[in-house]
């Protein structure tokens, strides 16, 4: 079975300056999706980047990029600039490379930006 | 372009008490998933549905937890009876197609069981 963890529950940044959030996961599937989500306080869960197990170049969303190392099956979340907006739960997820398979979610790393 | 709508968006109940949720995804979008997040953690998938049919369903406590998809858009997931450990966010998503594709989420229903 998949397993997604993130030893991080709880981040605290100032405005402007870099954060890295951190992600592992275990699997034997050799293809697959990996996501990071944020949830801000709202709720509303919406999809910030993801990366496909068989491109070795990291993906990038304008301040946000991530560092996937598929050998040591680690998939971190860098926020370059962050911003009071960024304050948010954040989640990181895995699917394995199925038209059909669930997406199996970490526990989140709360992520406070201070003014 | 209208988002995922969820209602209620709070709920409060007994135990043993039933309670119903309701989604309407995206148009047009033929994948809806209902997720159950507990407090401190991550979303779980319940059951998803491509169309009106279920595709994956294993992780729904089907003694207690049931959900329809009619004409393949609005969704009703049912809880009856609702125990404590029932009490979380419920989440509806929905997606283009498959489940490789986009999910986009609702603002999800608070559920309390007293």
């Known amino acids: 079975a998949q397993t997604v963890t993130q030893s991080q529950p709880e981040m605290s940044v100032q405005e402007a300056e870099t954060v890295t959030l951190s992600c592992t996961y275990d699997t034997s599937e050799s293809n697959y999706y990996l996501f990071w989500y944020k949830q801000p306080p709202s709720r509303q869960m919406i999809l910030v980047i993801r990366q496909e197990a068989y491109k070795q170049q990291n993906a990038t969303e304008n301040r946000f990029s991530v560092n996937f190392q598929k050998a040591a099956k680690s998939f971190s979340l860098k926020i370059s600039d962050s911003q009071l907006g960024d304050t948010a739960m954040y989640f990181c997820?895995?699917?394995?490379?199925?038209?059909?398979?669930?997406?199996?979610f970490g526990k989140g790393t709360r992520l406070h930006i201070l003014p | 372009e209208a988002g995922v709508a969820q209602s209620p968006r709070y709920k409060i109940i007994e135990k043993r008490q039933s309670v119903a949720f309701w989604c309407n995804p995206i148009?047009?979008?033929?994948?809806l998933y209902w997720y159950q997040q507990i407090l401190g953690q991550g979303p779980k998938l319940l059951i998803q549905f491509q169309n009106n049919g279920v595709v994956d369903d294993s992780q729904l406590p089907k003694d207690r937890f049931s959900a329809e998809r009619l004409k393949g858009v609005d969704s009703t997931l049912k809880i009856q009876p609702a125990k404590l450990e029932d009490s979380a966010v419920y989440l509806c998503a929905s997606s283009l197609g498959t489940g490789t594709d986009t999910q986009y989420f609702g603002p999800g229903t608070r559920l309390t069981v007293l």
């Open positions: 997820a895995f699917m394995k490379w199925s038209r059909d398979d669930k997406i199996i």
């Open positions: 148009s047009g979008h033929a994948t």
